[in-house]
């Protein structure tokens, strides 16, 4: 059995944070980071919004970017005092992700966090709230999607918590908050979006449903992420549904190793961290190039390909469609390699086999189309490192 979810309800389009007045509700936590959001006026308006519906309000503000255990448990007690009916999240990935997380301690004060990492496995939530997002950057869709990524210090792990209960019910796609992206936030995003939508594509999991979805948010932002680079305002809009669509996508069909990768370098290196939609964008082209060795990806490679008008032979269309992506991060000052990064070469040796094994026991690597051995993993990697082709 295959199952297909996503939000009851999308609002999108300038201005939409107006629905908001029109919620029927009593009362409302809303979530929020590091205070951009209150900077350009957008959570007064959300408050103005909600008071004008009649709904009492509550601010759990501060929550950090890579949101913690804590932040979670905290928001969740806040929660358990002012029993919300909704629970309205707003800004980037962050606040929405720990929101998720914090919803089901509210519902379930008695659950272990150790219960929720194992996936699909959650508690039936909605007994005491409904859940709203609105965010603020074009990437994660996580106002669409079943997952949240909270993390351990302690344990120094990332957990990646995925369950369709915690699938929004409503998402505000309101491209004005959009705007507040800085440029080199609006490249990583982007790519991480085109990063979803292709590996939802050739996901073990993808469907007649996820499909069209993901085709979609892959030609959108081939087509808008430029300009919307640029500041142009209609692509930086176009970009915020584009990362939806490819968002509702990847949260039914999953992810590949790309993700896995990114997920296991992101801090692991002590020159510094690699922002999550920089190291897929690296990674793409080769695990593009990997996968393609097998014959069912080849084929979701050239479908890929075609719509994009790239002509060719099929081992040539791959190709093609790897360059098309090395031009793209060039072109947003984005490195070919994590040399050029400028991961120091001994470090990078070192950690090899330990990024490797822990890529492969990343959640995302079983919804791969390639499956992958740790030798082959350490081998990707190098060639992502030297910028060496892809060939086994
Ligand atoms: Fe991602």
Redesign the pocket.
Known sequence: MARFTLPRDIYYGRGTLDVLKELSGKKAMVVVGGGSMRRFGFLTKVLENLKAAGIETRLFEGVEPDPSVETVMKGAAAMREFEPDWIVSIGGGSPIDAAKAMWVFYEYPETKFEDLITPFSFPTLRKKAHFLAIPSTS??ATEVTAFSVITDYQKGIKYPLADFNITPDVAIVDPDLAETMPQKLTAYTGM??L??ATEAYVSKLHGPFTDPLALKAISMVFKYLPDSYKGDHEAREQMHYAQCLAGMA?SNAL?GIV?SM?HKTGAAFSTGHIP??CA?AIYLPYVIQYNAKDPEALERYHEIADMLGIEGDKKSQVFSLCERIWSYNDHFSIPRTLKSFGIDEDEFKQKLSKISEDAIGDACTGSNPRSITPKEMEHLFTCIYYGTPVDF
């Open positions: 990437g994660t991480d979006a990063t979803h990847f992810l993700h990114a999550h939609g897929n």
